[in-house]
């Protein structure tokens, strides 16, 4: 059990004053940004920059590695990386608050990337994999309505798979072209997008969504010029909306800058064949989770770093389509 953040024992009007210095901080970041210096590694390509970013909330302390994110009719759900517990969080958006919680009885949580929904089930991702060794890549699946319901613990069921390309289990961490944090789920196939360190491109790969063992089936290939982290998949517009960063050094530090991939019309389930646009956005953050909320609007969380708080963003991406 990760131990309490030392901010949780603050008393309230504190922590309140605390929470209100870091929100207006996040919001200045959107606008300022650090000068460039010789260890910056500057990308050969240009890409729009989305300057609207509305800082949300921040994370109450417990959810400090927020991963996955999943928009519902209660709110939105949220879960932690590899070092939480196996569990569900509802957050609310206003405040940095825990609503509810699901544990997920029968699952462990070694590296929970990413969350997906077909209204009828969610499927939560198990298969972060940065050390490319891992032969327990896990997909669990549970019924919708239990979210909604006041049942506090929740058994899935499992889906196990792994790449019918990966022939190495050595290359080393943070070397190879098999990690994945992004999943999305459209009729009866869960797809999944690579986090390709090694090339910085993506793989599509698709499972069927039934619990089983299989082998991924490899798709096609997009050059995203970055590493992808989530995905969410809008069935009302066909959009679909693929969240990540480029890495790079500044003064002795890494450091993230994040950016959306929108693809829309898609021909039938072949997603990188659609009209495809990148956008940057206009901050330095860890970004790990990305859904479509109401009226044109997406919905992206980023992780807390060293001392800081993780924290939910959003802004309206209708205009970046053609």
Known sequence: MPLAHPESFIFAPM??????????????????????????????????????????????????????????????????????????????????????????????????????????????????????????LTIYKLPHHLLQSDTTSITAEKIIFHYPDQERFDAG?????????????????????????ENERCRLYSLPNSAGKYEAQLKSEFDTDGLITAADYDPQSGVLALLGYNVYKKVGKWQNKPFVWLIDSIPGNDFFSGNAVRVNLGFEQQTEGICFGEDGQLIISCEGEGNGFGALYSFHYIKWLK
């Not at 949580?109 to 327990?136: C, V």
């Open 15 to 136: 922590r309140k004053l605390m929470t209100t210095a870091i929100l207006f901080g996040m919001a200045f970041s959107l606008f300022y940004c650090s000068p460039k210096n010789s260890e910056e590694q500057v990308q050969t390509n240009v890409y729009p920059i989305e300057d609207s970013l509305q800082v949300m909330t921040t994370f109450p302390a417990e959810v400090d590695e927020s991963s996955g994110l999943f928009y519902a009719s209660n709110g939105i759900w949220t879960h932690n990386d590899s070092g939480g517990g196996a569990e569900l969080y509802n957050v609310n958006t206003t405040a940095p608050e825990v609503l509810s919680r699901r544990i997920i009885l029968n699952a462990g949580a070694r590296d929970w990337e990413e969350m997906a929904d077909d209204s009828t089930y969610l499927y939560i991702g198990d298969f972060g994999n940065n050390k490319g060794k891992r032969r327990d």
């Open 173 to 197: 961490a943070y070397n190879h072209n098999f990690d994945c944090e992004a999943m999305i789920a459209v009729g009866d196939s869960l797809y999944l997008f690579s986090k390709n360190h």
